[in-house]
């Protein structure tokens, strides 16, 4: 997460740190020095998502077609230059990194309660000094580059250490990333994802040596500068005295500056003075407040040294040794085999959050676009809980006398005060016949098995009764019935307008391009639609988890956003449905599309009728619209609906949403010989 204002300082107080830099010449130096290696970016992926987002729509659930669009075009423009890219994403949140984590997540619920205010107030998106990324964006960035062919890694540690661990073994010729971290690792040079112009392949790069000339230090005291500034490691409120002492003895001290500007310049000149040994920094300790933890300078130091690197801070019989704090625990899944799959499935990317539940009994999930005063919508956390108890059983064996283990769960909701993990109770699905090992969902063969894989997934989402009719369909189009059902189950303020919106949307969705998607103008923006928005995508996420668990039954790619949803889609079909348009308006007059509607929406009915659950008409207008235009509502297509379902081979749409069955298991499964052919980019 980097040393705070430490980027800034450079820009604005030593500027000859950094300078524009040709990525192309680079890459043609490096290929005429090393001939046999191609040149190699290594690429802190979570650090650039934000700079990677830019259709002019965020706040409505993401506007996914353009976004893997975008992707691909980024990625053209390196592979012109004869560059490879290498994809880093965060694996896990590190125990020592806890609290400036839930430090952000309620920092971040603050700018999104702002967002909401704004929309409310004015009816569309605020402008881009407030954005935030759209909820899950890093999560599916992650599946997008893999489907695009990328190298794409998912650390089992903090994401800039092995981003640098990498750079540095593989000789690569930068990071691109935004984390000045990157200043302090002795690792290959740093590239600002920031500055970059794609079209022209120009950014800035920054010198760790010459940061350390303009501020009289070596590279061997890089390290122990972080950890004086504050770090994610040595918190900056232990750090304030010691501060003052060297603003008092600094020669540097210009009041011009700011106050940061001159922390970093006196600390810069205390440094200086000290000699880099062991003794110094248990000198330096005893400066400090420390309290209990006396090791946390030497921690703070150490994690700055790559593989086979060593500081004169450090006593030299001391080797690195950082590791991944879950690998040193004792894991909650017994099953070495179990383990060691998930964990190569972690790194390639492959699976989602599995090993973590396995090896240490913990999870999290980050903020999302949810509006804290819509007290009729839970938040996503708690509607989705019951479908991650299932999964939980199925991938945690229970003890003696059929008690599972706990799972920890980190998950942003308003009124969670992240004092402490939630303590999850795994639940058994309703799977017919019993739930099948995870020895059996992961490695056996066969008709069977793949039958129990998807009728598990399905007892996930209380839809074990429907495995006929979903198998059926289309794979995203299951995906997406089998999400909405459950959806429309467990919350029961949502109403039969919001149903028609979500199933128009994946009906008009197919076939439009990312540029037809982006061309598509909204007159306003409601915000209960971008909550749903939010939601929905979440619960994306929730069926990765659950495939994952199951031994895949879906292709991953068939659960991917760009399959089945738009933000500005979705808003668009969610006031014309709660405005009462006709089912010709809502479906854009294209009648081939009315008997898969009904069917859809008949079978989610029909699931929720047999949870007692009745969706009931509940137009909202939009708050924006005339009373004229109020009353184009349409109480035939709005009332409340009848379950009865088309059978899916006797409809218009036969080859556009129904197939025969096909088991799919499987496709993405272990040892599958290609995994990147089964990736497809939808029309552009």
Not at 126 to 144: D, K
Not at 318 to 337: G, H, I, P, R
């Amino acid at each position: 997460m980097g040393i705070k204002g430490l980027q800034g300082f450079v820009a604005t107080v030593c500027p000859d740190v950094c300078r524009m830099v040709d990525l192309r010449e680079i890459a043609e130096k490096h290929r005429i020095d090393h001939p046999d290696f191609p040149p190699v970016i290594v690429v802190d992926a979570m650090s650039c998502v934000r700079y990677w987002y830019t259709p002019e729509s965020w706040v409505c659930g993401g506007q996914w077609r353009e976004y893997l669009a975008i992707l691909e075009d980024f990625i053209k423009a390196f592979m012109a230059a004869g560059i490879k890219l290498v994809f880093y994403f965060d694996g896990v949140v590190e125990e020592k990194k806890r609290d400036e984590w839930i430090k952000r997540r309620f920092q971040n619920n603050k700018e999104i309660a702002r967002i909401f205010q704004f929309i409310k107030t004015h009816r569309k998106q605020p402008g881009r000094g407030m954005f935030v990324v759209p909820s899950a964006l890093p999560t599916f960035t992650r599946f997008a580059l893999k489907s695009l062919g990328q190298k794409t890694v998912c650390t089992l540690q903090e994401a800039d250490f092995e981003v640098a661990a990498y750079g540095l073994e593989h000789n690569c010729i930068g990071i691109l990333g935004q984390d000045s971290d990157y200043l302090i690792y002795n690792t290959c040079p740093y590239f600002s994802i920031e500055k970059l112009r794609l079209d022209r392949l120009v950014t800035l790069m920054y010198s760790r040596e010459h940061l350390c000339r303009a501020l009289g230090l070596s590279l061997t005291h890089l390290p122990l500068f972080a950890c004086l500034l504050g770090n994610d490691v040595v918190p900056e409120r232990l750090l304030e005295g010691f501060w003052h002492k060297c603003l008092v003895t600094s020669p540097h001290k210009n009041n011009s500056y700011s106050r940061r500007a001159n922390v970093i310049l006196a600390v810069a000149n205390y440094i200086s003075k000290v000699p880099c040994s062991y003794s110094s920094l248990e000198r330096l300790k005893e400066m400090l407040p420390l309290g209990s933890d006396m090791t946390l300078l030497y921690r703070g130091v150490q994690s700055y040294l790559l593989p086979g690197q060593q500081s004169p801070w450090i006593p030299p019989n001391v080797t690195n040794c950082q590791t991944f704090s879950l690998q040193e625990q004792t894991a909650m899944c017994q099953d070495k085999e179990i383990l060691q799959v998930a964990k190569e499935q972690h790194i390639r990317s492959e699976n989602y959050t599995i090993f973590n539940i396995l090896s240490s009994g913990e999870t999290e999930c980050s903020n999302s676009l949810e509006d804290e005063r819509d007290t009729e919508i839970p938040g996503q956390a708690l509607i989705y809980r019951p479908a991650r108890q299932h999964i939980y059983s199925v991938l945690l064996e229970s003890g003696k006398g059929g008690a599972y283990p706990l799972v920890k769960e980190w998950f942003v909701y308003f009124g969670n005060p992240l004092q402490q993990p939630e303590l999850i109770q795994p639940v058994q699905p309703s799977v017919p016949g019993g739930t099948p090992n995870l020895k059996t969902l992961w490695f056996a063969k066969g008709p069977d098995v793949e039958k129990q894989r998807y009728s598990t997934f399905l007892a996930c989402f209380h839809l074990q009764d429907g495995m006929e009719e979903l198998q059926a369909l289309e794979a995203p189009v299951a995906a997406f019935c089998c999400l909405l059902a459950y959806l429309m189950m467990q919350v029961s303020s949502l109403s039969l307008e919001d149903l028609n919106a979500f199933v128009a949307v994946i009906l008009c969705l197919k076939g439009k391009s990312a540029a037809q998607l982006a061309s598509l103008q909204l007159a306003q923006v409601d915000s209960r639609a971008v909550h749903l928005g939010a939601v929905f995508v979440r619960g994306l996420t929730t069926l990765l988890l659950a495939n994952s668990a199951c031994g895949f039954p879906f292709r991953m790619d068939d659960l991917m956003p760009w399959e089945m949803f738009d933000g500005k889609l979705f808003q668009e079909k969610y006031q014309q449905s709660h405005r009462g348009c006709s089912l010709e308006w809502l479906l854009e007059g294209n009648e081939s599309l009315y008997a898969p509607f009904h069917n859809l929406k008949s079978f989610i009915c029909k699931a929720c009728a047999a949870k007692k659950r009745t969706i009931q008409s509940r137009p909202r207008g939009d708050g924006f619209i005339t009373g004229t235009q109020q009353r184009e509502f349409n109480p035939r297509f709005q009332q409340t609906h009848r379950t009865s379902f088309v059978p899916p081979y006797h409809n218009q749409m036969r080859g556009f949403l129904w197939r025969n069955p096909q088991p799919q298991g499987r496709d993405y499964r272990l040892g599958h010989p290609d995994r990147r052919r089964r990736f497809h980019r939808p029309p552009q």
